[in-house]
């Protein structure tokens, strides 16, 4: 395992002379938002920022020429799967896709460890999407080869709370002192999870919009509270749609539900429409990590403060930085 600046062991022997081990990524796992630091932010923004103008100019690059990345998916996906896949692409880097392990060892019983173990042997980083939460560590435990975590259950998603952040930065200009309000499955939807505690290193406002039992879990909440962070709950948007820099909005997360019944319940409970857009400050981000399915209206896709559309080609950037940095290209 390694998050916190040493490199796994493999980088190491593998390193290149030209490689940048000291960027802060070089071999290491990215299993959490925790490993962080602003610098580290500041860092992979800046690299985004390029990957940017490098695709707007010429499509693709060779930097990554000759590497080989896994892309392990044990639960669906289309943003996340297909973002670093054109990452890699982009920057010249090959692809091994396992999107349906069904029609892999999985099927068979295989173990996660076994199954990182083997894509190791053929790829120079795995992302993994996994139910469980944990399962990145664990994979990142077994494998000498850096992972990523693309989602691990109701847990973490840290690459699209980065790119989250980022598009956040570039639409309002600014990461400090924002108000922003969460919206819908706070109990189940890790990309929540993962954004808050990035966001809680800002002087953020936090509002928590959500029914009673999807409600954010208590120890997030106190995480909030604990830095000193204004954290106020509330269930309807209305309260909170005119105050605020932000309006996250998210899926009820119907794949977490043991009682259907229950996802019934709350799987209507708000609409982003037109009306609603009225109430919201003439500059704000209304941002989506996607897929909706009828949270955000249609009609609003045309409102200059929809950001969900360059939100997911934001992620793309992200992932291009993310993967050059951490194979030591950036
Ligand atoms: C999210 C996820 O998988 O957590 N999707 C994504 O990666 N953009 C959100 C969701 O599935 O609702």
């Known amino acids: 395992m390694s998050q916190n600046g040493t490199p796994k062991p493999h980088a190491l022997r593998t390193a290149q002379p030209s490689d940048n081990m000291n960027n802060g990524f070089f071999g290491q796992d990215i299993i959490s938002v925790r490993q962080f630091s602003p610098e580290k932010l500041t860092y992979i923004f800046g690299v985004a920022d390029e990957m940017e103008t490098l695709v707007r100019r010429f499509g693709s690059a060779d930097m990554l020429s000759g590497k080989v990345l896994a892309n392990l998916f044990y639960e669906p996906s289309t943003r996340t799967a297909s973002s670093f896949m054109a990452a890699m ?19 068979k019983g295989e173990s996660l460890p076994d199954t990182i173990r083997t894509l190791e ?13 944990g399962a990145a560590q664990i994979a990142a435990d077994y494998a000498a080869k850096p992972i990523i975590n693309a989602g691990d259950g109701i847990g973490e998603h840290p690459t699209q709370a980065l790119l989250d952040l980022y598009t956040i930065r570039k639409e309002l200009g ?23 505690r990035l966001l809680s290193r800002y002087n953020t406002e936090f509002y928590f919009v959500s029914p009673p039992i999807l409600r954010l879990p208590e120890d997030m909440v106190a995480e909030v509270k604990a830095r000193g962070l204004k954290a106020v709950e509330v269930e309807d948007v209305h309260e909170v749609i005119s105050d605020v820099d932000v309006l996250y909005v998210t899926r009820v997360q119907k ?26 400050k003439p500059k704000m981000a209304l941002m989506h990590p996607l ?21 997911m080609e934001n992620g793309m950037f992200i992932r291009m930085a993310l993967l050059a940095a951490v194979l030591g290209k950036a």
Do not use: W
């Not at 692409?89 to 099927?107: A, D, F, K, M, T």
């Open 174 to 196: 600014r990461l400090d002192g924002l108000k922003v309000a969460m919206v819908g499955d706070l109990k189940y939807g890790r990309t929540v999870h993962s954004l808050t």
């Open 291 to 311: 897929p909706r399915v009828g949270e955000i209206s249609y009609a609003v896709d045309q409102d200059p403060r929809a950001a969900y559309f360059r939100q």
């Open 89 to 107: 692409v982009r920057l010249g880097g090959r692809v091994i896709p396992i999107n349906e392990v069904h029609y892999s060892s999985v099927s």
């Open 121 to 133: 042997c053929y790829a120079d980083i795995i992302v993994l999407r996994h139910p469980e939460v």
């Open 255 to 280: 794949e977490r539900f043991s009682d259907l019944a229950l996802y019934d319940q709350v799987k209507d409970y708000y609409t982003v429409d037109p009306e609603l857009m009225k109430m919201a």
